[in-house]
């Protein structure tokens, strides 16, 4: 099967990270997955939720949002509607907790670091994209942290990145774009570590219920992208003492 636009089944669409796209925050990068654009940047703020008082531990936390010219149809800024929608709400709680999960919050010490991911062009994926991005970002802001002297140890146990897998038309593909997502028969989204550890998989049968096999093939070809994605997250953050040795 040759896609839409040209790629084998078990191809990522062209990604670039661009690390320190802005000045003023802490950590910062525009990932660029295909047509997909999000600006995902990181601030570190010198003080945790109440629930944290005197824990002697850090959060991490993410908000996400689509500019209204992201997509072909204009999208109203939710803060006109006065509240985030609940598809916004569940995409920024999935980030949140995926970034959580690989984060040392003691080691983080007392403060939260938020991960602002703002779509600007939307074509598929722009939630994978925010947490592959936003990792980077994160990790960013903790270097600064470690340059400062502020943190003294590791502060992630791993990378995590994100990617979509589905079937289309009867074939496993890896990343869909709109197109495809629009199309599938079988839609996933997955979350995972650099060791191989599962943080959230997402499917949902479009039309037809899909067997366990059909999911084992999925989480392969996810296993595929993410691989990838998360060679270039490494180049983007370039600073190992960050991590856990393993």
């Not at 600007?120 to 925010?130: C, E, F, I, M, P």
């Amino acid at each position: 099967m040759t896609r839409h636009d040209g790629r084998p089944p078990s191809a990522l669409r062209p990604v670039r990270l661009e690390p320190n796209w802005l000045k003023t925050a802490d950590g910062s990068v525009l990932i660029t997955v295909g047509e997909t654009r999000v600006l995902c940047a990181a601030t570190v703020e010198d003080k945790v939720p109440p629930f944290l008082k005197d824990a002697g531990e850090g959060w991490v936390t993410a908000e996400y949002s689509m500019l209204p010219a992201s997509t072909s149809t204009r999208t109203s800024r939710e803060v006109a509607k006065g509240r985030p929608s609940g598809r916004t709400m569940e995409i920024q709680r999935l980030i949140g907790r995926a970034l959580r999960s690989v984060v040392d919050r003691k080691a983080l010490g007392p403060r939260t670091i938020w991960v602002d991911c703002d779509v600007l062009q939307a074509d598929g994926g722009t939630r994978t994209a925010s947490i592959t991005g936003g990792f980077v970002a994160l990790a960013l802001a903790a270097a600064k942290l470690r340059e400062k002297g502020i943190v003294t140890r590791p502060v992630f146990s791993s990378l995590v990145a994100a990617v979509s897998v589905g079937m289309v038309t009867g074939t496993p593909v890896l990343d869909l774009d709109y197109i495809e997502d629009s199309a599938a028969d079988v839609d996933m989204n997955v979350v995972r570590t650099d060791d191989g550890r599962y943080i959230e998989v997402q499917g949902t049968a479009e039309t037809t219920p899909f067997r366990r096999g059909r999911l084992m093939e999925l989480l392969d070809l996810a296993d595929v992208g993410i691989d990838r994605l998360q060679e270039m997250q490494r180049e983007a953050i370039g600073d190992t003492s960050l991590f856990v040795p393993k």
